[in-house]
T-cell receptor, first 114, second 109 residues
């Protein structure tokens, strides 16, 4: 399976600022995704990161709040903009295996907004 | 109704016990099925895939019933190290994963 490096692993941010999370994969992958895991809850898909085009967002998530870049097949970023305490969560990048089956995850970014 | 529903738990069992987790999914077009394990403050990690024929990996047995849209995980001879949250995951052919809320297992000495 591919090696996924996600950073930062954690951050504490002020309200109104933004945080950009990076995800680097050691091989080219077709499908990359960004998830959010709020405290005590399961994972919710934010968007599919499309290489060379705009991300595809799930219901309840918008580009202005969660802009995503994917300039190539090995790298993606998620920005969480205009932070509020409700954005405190773990954010995870994910990719699927070659057969688009099981998902593999980065180590996650634990965000606390104060 | 949630797309993937799991036993709410938590499950608290003694070492050596057998414990079963159940999961149902609503999208009949779902293609792939998995159980993941998530330890506290860690990312989810694949435990095993689930096939209609049933599959076993040591003390773990997973089963899929497509007609009933039901998935199960059986853990035999529980160990302390099995304590974690177990996530039922269903994929569409677009590669997107839908997660259940997870079932927390605590194995006690």
């Amino acid at each position: 399976s591919a090696v996924i490096s996600q950073k930062p692993s954690r951050d504490i941010c002020q309200r109104g600022t933004s945080l950009t999370i990076q995800c680097q994969v050691d091989s080219q992958v077709t499908m990359m995704f960004w998830y959010r895991q709020q405290p005590g809850q399961s994972l919710t898909l934010i968007a599919t990161a499309n290489q060379g085009s705009e991300a595809t967002y799930e219901s309840g998530f918008v580009i202005d709040k969660f802009p995503i870049s994917r300039p190539n097949l090995t790298f993606s970023t998620l920005t969480v903009s205009n932070l509020s305490p409700e954005d405190s969560s773990i954010y995870l990048c994910s990719l699927t295996g070659q057969l688009n089956t099981e998902a593999f995850f980065g180590q996650g970014t634990r965000l606390t907004v104060v | 109704r949630k797309e993937v529903e799991q036993d709410p738990g938590p499950f608290n069992v003694p070492e050596g016990a057998t414990v079963a987790f159940n999961c149902t999914y609503s999208n009949s077009a779902s293609q792939s099925f998995f159980w993941y394990r998530q330890d506290c403050r860690k990312e989810p990690k694949l435990l095993m895939s689930v096939y209609s024929s049933g599959n076993e990996d040591g003390r773990f047995t997973a089963q899929l019933n497509r007609a009933s849209q039901y998935i199960s995980l059986l853990i035999r001879d529980s160990k302390l190290s099995d304590s974690a949250t177990y996530l039922c995951v269903v994929n569409t052919n677009a590669g997107k994963s839908t997660f259940g809320d997870g079932t927390t297992l605590t194995v006690k000495p």
